[in-house]
């Protein structure tokens, strides 16, 4: 099982981007899914969380401006990111705690991450 997170970039201030990460693998339930960010020299900090229910939780710094959703069909979480400040400079990671089936058929939790993808704003 693998997280894939794609859409970051280079937007000036007031700019929108849409980050996408998409769970892979024999995949049997993914709960919370969430997404964290990490600022040059700064502790990574939890941005967004969404339930398997569609119940979402925001970071107050994002409040207003970004939005959280999920595809759980495609095992995939957004994130849409309006009127960014250059505050949100920062790698931005996806998360979630899933149930996996091995080869072996066995089942398998893991708290899985993506590889990050990079949010520049520019003033």
């Known amino acids: 099982v693998q997280l894939q997170a794609s859409g970051g970039g280079l937007v000036q201030a007031g700019g929108s981007l849409r980050l996408s990460c998409v769970a892979e693998?024999?995949?049997?339930?993914?709960?919370?899914m969430r997404w964290h960010r990490q600022a040059q020299g700064k502790q990574r900090e939890l941005v967004a969380t969404?339930?398997?229910?569609?119940?979402?939780n925001y970071a107050d710094s994002v409040k207003g401006r970004f939005t959280i959703s999920r595809d759980n069909a495609k095992n995939t979480v957004y994130l849409q990111m309006n009127s960014l400040k250059p505050e949100d400079t920062a790698v931005y990671y996806c998360?979630?705690?899933?149930?996996?089936?091995?080869?072996?058929?066995?089942?398998?939790?893991?708290?899985?991450w993506g590889q990050g993808t990079q949010v520049t704003v520019s003033s």
């Open positions: 998360n979630a705690p899933v149930l996996y089936s091995d080869y072996g058929s066995n089942t398998v939790a893991l708290n899985a």
């Open positions: 693998g024999r995949i049997l339930r993914i709960d919370d």
């Open positions: 969404i339930t398997s229910g569609g119940i979402t």
